[in-house]
């Protein structure tokens, strides 16, 4: 998450102090645009960043981050938002001659230290989009790393929203949530990859980044599960722009935008043109001590940092982000696709990059200026899609014409990008190979997020933790042997190393499929939803979603056999209230001896006030035969 060497500010007088930064930073930027000569040119260099999940032997998230990086060279992993998160920078690269074999080399070299260290501290890295078995009680404050940037944008985004983060996506799940606090964008990992630009073709490149984006996106999907719910297939762009939204409902209603977005134009001449409408539209978060006017330096003959426009940026999430850095004393500007996932293996994030890479070459030769060929309006929507759908997609290409996303690839792009990488001078041997890759993966169908999906139906009849751990256990496996997602083996329970951990908290048992009635409701009613269901216990919940009673079966048998009329007999009359409840994090033996010593056939499982689940005896009569039937297996 960038910038480090941060501190709290003490009050608007010295925001205002960096925000006054910003705007010399900027002024420094078009000077030195405007000065021939001054940037890097002549040179395509590439770069990547590899984000990674770390768990432990129960496939489930690991706070073990800062233990894990003591033992990793400082220069090249850094901590991400949560501690079960990491991130490594690779080394930039000239693109051309073997340079995409060199990435996937030190992206093998680099995790493998990383599932070295991990192992030492009895974890295991996973690349994914989002993390199969993440569950909501894993992001808590307790799980940030603790970092005061972390904690201040935390505290900054929380007062800008005015109250809780709310989450809403549906797909062939719906998933409706709130948070108190920022964690959810820690459920997100990318594979990040950067194409190095000259001012004077900015514009140019950003917007043919934006066109390439969906089809690219559209065969790298990775990410189609959030809090055990199928949603979309890269779910990240949904649940990024929705988890750091900042907006009040006022400023929502009135259509301001969110830190994280596709944009609303095309670039029209200069990378200006988007540092100038951040900083119009986004406050700046955070500040950090600036040392000297970037003017000066330039008046001396030196390269500015431009330190707080670079802090400022590193707070707005475009997916196609654009960068100032400096290297060997020379400034230049590079374009940050943020939107491809982490995963599935790392032969298939290079393949995706190789993909991309030769689309900005290739369209750059074949079309040019992208903005008479397509309007905008049609690039954002094919974004959008691919994120929702992957190959399911239609995308609207150049000239109107409108494709599913395998036809487009297949038949249009793939040999679009095999010219822009060869035309650029890379390894003929390598072209084939990373294209090679997406031309199977797409041809099959099998992306990594079709794989889960399909690796889930395969599995409907598990209990749903199970399937989920098995999902992330095989996910592991598959990717530490290296093959490409389109020939892994589906994920199946029996791949999982050992069934307790499936049973550990009540979570992993609980029943999230809830009926339920409201405390006004016909008492008949919550009687045949008991009949009809096969239920003994049903929660009573107000309109908010908050526990406030339960109808047993026992009570209904006391009712009935006083022969009373139930005409007009109400829920709220006959109800337990304050019934025994237990928390999702709780143990499951816990449970248990809640259960037995308040002789309860139930526990409703509420989390922040609001009903979540329950565990039931029959939950444990399962639970005690699938482990019982396992124990005697083992003899």
């Known amino acids: 998450m960038g910038e480090h060497q941060i501190h709290e500010t003490s009050g608007s007088a010295e925001m205002r102090t960096f925000v006054r930064a910003v705007l010399e930073d900027l002024a420094a930027l078009e000077r030195m645009i405007a000065t021939e000569g001054m940037f890097e040119s002549g040179v395509r260099c590439i770069g990547a960043e590899q984000e990674m999940f770390l768990v432990d032997r129960g496939m489930h998230p690991t706070n073990k981050a800062l233990q894990i990086l003591e033992r990793l060279p400082s220069e090249s992993f850094t901590t991400e938002l949560g501690q079960f998160n990491l991130e490594a920078n690779l080394s930039p690269l000239a693109l051309e001659g073997e340079c995409l074999s060199q990435l996937e080399e030190e992206l093998n070299c680099f995790v493998a230290k990383a599932r070295v260290a991990a192992r030492s501290e009895d974890a295991r890295v996973v690349l994914t989009g989002i993390l199969p078995t993440l569950e909501k009680t894993d992001l808590t404050l307790e799980s940030m790393t603790p970092m005061p940037r972390y904690y201040q944008l935390n505290q900054v985004m929380r007062d800008l929203r005015g109250g809780e983060f709310r989450t809403y996506i549906k797909g062939l799940d719906e998933l409706q949530t709130t948070h108190d606090n920022v964690m959810l964008e820690a459920c997100n990992t990318s594979f990040q990859i950067h194409f190095q630009v000259a001012p004077e073709e900015f514009a140019t490149l950003y917007n043919i980044a ?65 540092f100038r409408e951040d900083i119009a539209r986004f406050r700046a978060l955070i500040a950090s001590d600036i040392e000297e006017s970037p003017l000066a330096k330039l008046e001396r003959g030196e390269i500015p940092e431009l330190k707080a426009l670079r802090l400022h940026n590193g707070t707005i999430y475009r997916w196609n982000r654009p960068c100032y850095g400096v290297a060997n004393g020379r400034p230049h500007l590079r374009i940050e696709n943020r939107v491809l996932p982490a995963g599935p293996s790392i032969l298939d994030e290079v393949a995706n990059a190789a993909f991309y890479f030769g689309l900005m070459c290739g369209v750059s030769e074949e079309y040019g200026d992208v903005r008479t060929s397509m ?16 190959l399911r997609a239609r995308l609207r290409w150049f000239g109107g014409e409108s494709y599913g996303a395998e036809t487009l690839i297949l038949d249009h792009l793939l040999p679009l990008a ?8 890379l390894r003929s041997d390598d072209v084939e190979r990373y294209l090679g890759v997406i031309r199977e993966r797409v041809g099959k169908g099998r992306t ?30 598959e990717q530490e042997a290296g093959a490409p997602v389109h020939e892994w083996p589906l994920a199946r329970v029996a791949g999982t190393e050992d069934i307790r951990d499936s049973y550990r908290t009540v979570s992993q048992v609980m029943t999230r499929d809830l009926f339920t ?24 919940e107000d309109q908010e979603g908050r526990l406030v009673g339960l109808v047993t079966y026992r009570t209904l048998l006391r009712i009935f056999g006083r022969r009373e009329r139930r005409e007009t007999v109400a829920v709220s009359d006959v109800m337990r ?23 309860l056939g139930c526990l409703p499982v509420v989390e922040d006030g609001r009903l979540v689940g329950i565990v039931t005896e029959s939950d444990f009569m399962e639970v005690a035969a699938r482990l019982l039937e396992e124990w005697l297996q083992r003899d």
């Open 375 to 390: 309007a905008f309006s049609d690039a954002k929507e094919n974004f959008t899609a691919a994120a929702r759908y992957g």
């Open 517 to 540: 009635v409201h405390p006004e409701d016909l008492l008949d009613l919550a009687a045949s939803v008991m009949d009809w269901e096969h239920l003994r216990h049903v929660p009573v």
């Open 448 to 477: 990594g997020s079709q794989w889960m999906l399909d690796s889930l139906e395969s599995m409907r009849d598990a209990r749903s933790d199970e399937a989920y751990r098995a999902l992330t256990a095989t996910m592991t496996e």
């Open 210 to 274: 934006q066109v390439v984006m969906a089809p690219v996106l559209a065969a790298a999907v990775n990410s189609p599960v959030l809090l055990q719910h199928r949603l979309w297939h890269e779910t990240r762009v949904a649940l990024f722009q929705q988890s750091v939204d900042t907006r009040s409902e006022l400023h929502a209603q009135r259509g301001g935008r969110v830190r994280v977005s596709f944009g609303d134009d095309w670039v029209h001449k200069s990378v200006i043109e988007i």
């Open 418 to 425: 095999e010219k822009g990488l060869n035309d650029r001078g």
């Open 577 to 599: 209230r304050n019934p025994n409840t237990i928390r999702p994090e709780a143990s499951v033996s816990e449970a248990i001896r809640t259960m037995r010593e308040n002789k």
